[in-house]
């Protein structure tokens, strides 16, 4: 470990953590607000307004770490600005780089907000179906006070971060499911592989943007449906599928936003979940062009419920 990775761990060592029970370790976190640092050295650069990177105070994506992501204490993070503000979420332009060197990194840092300034709302299903253990953290859910919203944010960004984390392994074994690497989860926080031109700073297309020719339309339904395949194959659906939800990067397909990823199996009404994903992408494709004998929805809900095991 070189010096400044030392002395870089040295000043985080001063507990930053804000609760000391036995929560689960992603709920451990606040989010990246928090009180003013004591240690000037922890302000943000006067000039950049860059901060030490939170790599080290974040659950951390799947290993190994792909080559590009930067991950040494010495780090700083920078804030580029607003990718997009979502219903749910903004997601911000994020530079990782190690001072004086050419180690640097762009990030996609989507901060859920709390349910209050949300436009959106799917709580109260999602609840009923997970495990919360402490049943403080049951009654601030559920009498909705500011540490039940922040818990609930928190728990969306931690769902996603799950959902994309084990895709991603699909996608390395499998090569054959494309999302964005999930690098790190803070609170209500979770930061991605920025898929996007890197000179300019901007996002991917989503594919609701695009007007593909005849032959691009059939590959990216092929990817798409090739994605669907292996999804229904470990047993899930996106369950928000849509145009706006596939971002087109490099010629790949790649899916985002999956907070709310479907159990086909567990779930009661998983094969409407997969029937609508298929239903909402397959009018697309055949709006576009598509000739029917290539887009047979029916088709594909059979066969990928057959992939999922439904019957
Ligand atoms: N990894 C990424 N790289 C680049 N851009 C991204 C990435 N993830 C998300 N975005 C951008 O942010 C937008 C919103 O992301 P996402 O769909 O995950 O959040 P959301 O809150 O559900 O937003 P919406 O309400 O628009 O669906 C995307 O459409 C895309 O433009
Ligand atoms: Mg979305």
């Not at 190690?98 to 949300?118: E, G, I, M, N």
């Not at 939800?245 to 010629?251: C, E, Q, R, S, T």
Request: aromatic content about 8%.
């Amino acid at each position: 470990m070189r010096d400044h990775d030392f002395s870089a761990r040295e000043r985080r060592a001063r507990g930053r953590r804000r609760f000391d029970d036995d929560e689960p370790h992603f709920l451990k976190y606040g989010p990246a607000s928090g009180p003013a640092p004591a240690d000037p050295d922890d302000e943000p650069d006067p000039d950049t307004g860059a901060v030490w990177s939170s790599w080290d105070d974040a659950v951390h994506g799947p290993e190994p770490h792909p080559a590009w992501l930067v991950t040494e204490l010495a780090a700083k993070d920078t804030e580029l600005g607003v990718l997009k503000t979502g219903k749910e979420a903004d997601v911000h332009l994020v530079r990782r780089a190690v001072p004086d060197t050419d180690r640097s990194c762009l990030l996609a840092a989507k901060r859920y907000r709390d349910p209050q300034h949300r436009l959106f709302h799917r709580d109260a299903g999602y609840l009923e179906g997970r495990r919360v253990r402490r049943s403080r953290e049951m009654r601030a859910m559920a009498g909705r006070t500011a540490f039940g919203r922040q818990m609930i944010a928190g728990q969306w960004a931690a769902a996603e971060f799950a959902a994309l984390a084990r895709l991603w392994e699909i996608g390395e074994r499998y090569g054959t499911v494309a999302v964005p690497y999930p690098v790190q989860l803070r609170g209500t926080e979770l930061m991605l592989e920025f898929l996007g031109d890197p000179d300019e700073g901007r996002a991917a297309p989503r594919l609701a943007e695009l007007r593909p020719a005849p032959a691009e339309l059939r590959e990216l339904w092929g990817q798409l449906v090739e994605a669907l395949v292996v999804l229904a194959r470990a047993g899930y659906a996106h369950g928000d599928l849509s145009p706006y939800n596939l971002l087109v990067h490099a010629g790949r397909l790649v899916l985002i936003d999956l907070p709310q990823v479907v159990d086909v199996v567990a779930n009661p009404q998983g094969r409407e979940f997969l029937a609508r994903d298929v239903q909402v992408v397959a009018t697309w494709f055949a709006a576009r062009g598509l000739p029917p004998s290539l887009v047979d929805p029916t088709a594909l809900i059979e066969a990928l419920s057959r992939e999922a095991g439904l019957r």
